[in-house]
């Protein structure tokens, strides 16, 4: 079975483990300051915080602006569910926008539309790896003087205008498992703002500059130093795994013809770095899934349900009618597309998907 994600694990990362267990020095410590300082030069930032996990980025970053009860925050309801729960972590309520259905990210006509009063912070999300429309999105925070928190969980590397992700606000990243670069659990959070990083330092470790003395009443959301010695190896590799994942998305754009399968459009002027190669089946999904996995093709739905439908907020009383989300969230699936794909499997692939029997569909494009 081709797999949907297959982790880069070489001898640059078994070293710097062993490195790490050798010195006898595990927990947050001088791994994680060195891999805070690369993480911010590729993201071009002067600040980068390592936290324990994505969740936890995207929850530190909105109590770091001092986001909370009373307050709105608007971002997606095509994402994974913790876009929407880091928001109620905080206190605050999510406030959902339908998206773009060319690129699955937000609609910035339909963000200025939901400002209130109480709206505080935009929480774009960069989805399968394509940035945000952040020119128009800024252009609206800068009106109304909103915070921008990116959630990047998926982009790291990914470019809109040159720019890096993660530069356009504060920036939010996972590095669980089968993300671009990864140190099997973790998070970083990005800024230019010095108050905003001294605040997610303290924040993160139970709100202590001095230890034994604490200002504030923070967490313990460290990263380890096990876990920043694989972060270090992986960045440094970060460019030939977006070189080769850009590599194989371009195959399937030109190796893939059936016409049941729309494939991912890119937004002009940006790089798009393919944590999913995700394509639209107007058609039976499930009968795609069976077909594709008899062929030996793994394939994922990301994500099927939207976040405001979800049971949790159904009982938070969301009952909102999101037609662009709710199309694609029943038509979207993601092919393998890692960097770890070989020729033939890449071959493979495109011709399983080509060989798909499919009822058509009499739905319309969105």
């Not at 460019?239 to 049941?260: G, K, L, M, V």
């Amino acid at each position: 079975m081709i797999a949907m994600a297959r982790p880069q694990i070489g001898p640059e990362e078994e070293e710097a483990v062993l490195a790490v267990l050798r010195s006898g020095r595990l927990a947050q410590g001088p791994q994680v300051e060195r891999f805070e300082a690369a993480f911010a030069t590729v993201c071009g930032v002067d600040y980068a915080i390592a936290v324990s996990n994505g969740t936890v980025a995207l929850f530190l970053a909105l109590c770091a602006h001092g986001i909370g009860p009373g307050d709105e925050v608007i971002t997606t309801p095509f994402s994974f569910i913790a876009t929407g729960n880091s928001i109620l972590m905080a206190g605050a309520r999510p406030v959902f926008v339908d998206i773009d259905a060319a690129s699955f990210n937000l609609d910035p006509a339909q963000v200025e539309a939901a400002i209130t009063p109480n709206t505080r912070a935009i929480m774009p999300v960069h989805l399968y790896g394509q940035p945000a429309a952040m020119d128009e999105l800024t252009a609206i925070a800068a009106r109304y003087e909103l915070a921008i928190i990116e959630d990047a969980a998926q982009a790291i590397g990914a470019l809109d205008q040159g720019r890096p992700v993660g530069s356009f606000g504060t920036g939010c990243f996972s590095l669980y498992a089968t993300k671009n670069i990864m140190c099997g659990e973790g998070g970083m959070i990005t800024t230019n703002d010095p108050a905003i990083a001294d605040r997610l330092r303290l924040l993160r470790n139970h709100g202590s500059r001095v230890r034994y003395y604490h200002d504030l009443l923070g967490f313990n959301f460290r990263l380890t130093d096990l876990q920043a010695a694989i972060g270090i190896a992986q960045l440094a590799r970060l460019e030939s795994f977006t070189e080769r994942r850009i590599a194989n998305a371009r195959f399937f754009d030109q190796a893939i013809t059936h016409p049941q399968v729309i494939k991912p459009l890119v937004r002009p002027n940006v790089r798009h770095v393919y944590h999913q190669y995700t394509v639209r089946i107007l058609g039976d999904r499930e009968e795609a899934i069976r077909q594709l996995r008899d062929a030996g093709v793994d394939s994922a739905v990301f994500y099927p349900m939207p976040i405001p439908h979800q049971s949790l907020y159904r009982e938070l009383g969301y009952d909102q009618q999101l037609p662009v989300t709710e199309r694609l969230s029943s038509e979207v699936l993601s092919l393998p597309v890692h960097p770890g794909l070989t020729d033939d499997e890449q071959v493979r692939i495109a011709e399983a998907v080509n060989a798909l029997t499919l009822a058509v569909s009499a739905a319309v494009g969105v």
